[in-house]
Structure formats: C-alpha cells, structure tokens
C-alpha cells in the first residue's frame, strides 16, 4: 500500500467518523421524542404573528405555532424571523435560553409593530396622543397596531392616521391652508409610488451608464489630445473639446441622478 493510499483511507476515516457521530447525535433527540426517560428539555414556540420561522442555533425547526420540540439541556440561540421578514420594516429578535433537563418551556415571541409613514409634503410632525414622536418620512416602532396618530405641519390642516395591523406603508396628503395654493403631488412619494422600487431602478441605471459615457468620453479625449501634441493636427484639437464638451455632460446627469437616487432612499 502506497502512502497516498494510506492518506486517503486515513481522510476516508475522518470523514466518516465525523458521519457517525452527528449521526447519533441526530439519533439522540429522536429517541427524545420517543422515550421519555431521556433526560431531555422541550419547548413550545409561539408569536403574535403567525407563521414566523423558528431557528434554533441556526437550524429551521418551523413556524410558529410549533408544538413541543426537544432539545438538549443548556444554552441555546433561538431566532425567529417573521414571514416576510425581507422587508426592512422587520427585525429578526433573537434569544439565549437556557434549558434544563426534563424542563418544559412555553416560549411566546411577540414581535415589534413597526410603521413606516410619508407625507405630502414631506417634514411634517407625527403625534402619538400629545407627544411628538418623528418627522415624515419616518420609521416607528408603535405599542400597539391599532392607534390613532395625528400629522400635523405649519400651513397645513392635521390628519388623523388610524393604523391596522396590515398597513405597514402609510402615506398622507397634507391639504393646505391656502385656498390658492395649488396641491402638487409628488411623483416619488405619491400613495400609489411612494413603495414602488421603479423610479430607483431607473436612477441607478442612469447614474451607472451616464458615468460610463463620461469615463468612455474623458478617455477618448486624452487619447486625441496625445495626437495632437505628437502631430499637431487641429482636428485631434476639434475631437478634444467635442468629446470633453460630451464627458461633462454625462458626468453632470450621472451626479443629479446620483442626488436623486440618494433622495429617493432617504425618503423611504
């Protein structure tokens, strides 16, 4: 037998010694569900959301409500998350427990109800009962999902927000007190757009390819202007200020889409 066959039985070896005992460690809380003379801890996971997914020292066990899982006694990391957890209205809450053996434990999450608000115009004053709690547009985090706020702004009348549990985007049109001050709604933070991902893709893109032309167009510039400090041709001068005439301009638009698209990211 050659050494690299020796090496390789001796991989072979680890490899599935490392299988074998995760095997009966998975083997272990099995038999947990079965025997009950195990010295084993279980849990039972609840939320106030419904079908919020459970993790438990990064492994997915389900979704809540989940009846009596088992577990090894000691420390162990719970995350839950909720459904559509990829919104960024919505945080993940994770907790340490620590389980003892034989212990049964009613675990119950309950998640934060998190709002975000926009107004026309934007600035305006958000009230939670007398207390002044952000300005539009404006991420909060209410006791309850069913409250009354009130937005208020100089020159506008208030409004009453009454909030739900499945309205997390609220958005409010201030009317003015001006009778002949015209209401212009914006076109980015209207009721119908304000969550609407189109205008974003629409200014990365022309900030991204406005600066490609630019950076295209500086560089056949300096390429021209390199001929005409060899050759001295006055048309190399002529394509010089025609292709920087054009690189400022693109590097102009790519700068005010870039302003815009930190715009629409703020007010959202």
Not at 72 to 92: I, N
Not at 215 to 244: C, M, P, T, W
């Amino acid at each position: 037998m050659t050494g690299r066959h020796l090496l390789a039985l001796i991989i072979l070896g680890v490899i599935l010694r490392q299988y074998a005992h995760s095997e009966l460690c998975l083997g272990k809380g099995r038999s947990a569900t079965q025997d009950s003379s195990d010295a084993v801890a279980s849990v039972t996971v609840q939320s106030n959301v419904s079908g919020a997914l459970v993790y438990v020292d990064s492994m997915f066990l389900g979704t809540t409500p989940l009846d009596t899982i088992y577990l090894d006694p000691g420390r162990h990391v719970f995350t839950l998350l909720q459904p559509d957890h990829q919104s960024w209205l919505h945080s993940a809450i994770v907790e340490t427990l620590t389980l003892l053996s034989t212990q049964h434990l009613y675990y119950r999450v309950t998640f934060p109800q998190f709002y975000h608000i926009t107004s026309e115009p934007y600035g305006a004053t958000v009230y939670l009962s007398d207390s002044a709690i952000g300005q539009t547009p404006v991420r909060l985090q209410l006791p309850s999902s069913t409250v009354i706020l009130r937005v208020a702004k100089d020159g506008y009348r208030e409004e009453l927000l009454p909030t739900t549990p499945d309205a997390k985007h609220i958005h409010v049109v201030l009317s003015s007190l001006d009778a002949n001050s015209p209401l212009v709604i914006s076109p980015y933070l209207s009721a119908k757009t304000s969550t609407s991902t189109l205008p974003l893709f629409v200014t990365t893109g022309t900030t991204v390819l406005a600066g490609a032309t630019a950076a295209y167009f500086k560089i056949q510039a300096d390429k021209h202007y390199n001929e005409y400090r060899l050759l001295g041709s006055q048309g190399s001068l002529q394509k010089v200020r025609e292709y920087d005439r054009i690189s400022g301009i693109a590097l102009a638009t790519s700068e005010l889409s870039f302003l815009l698209l930190t715009y629409l990211l703020l007010s959202r």
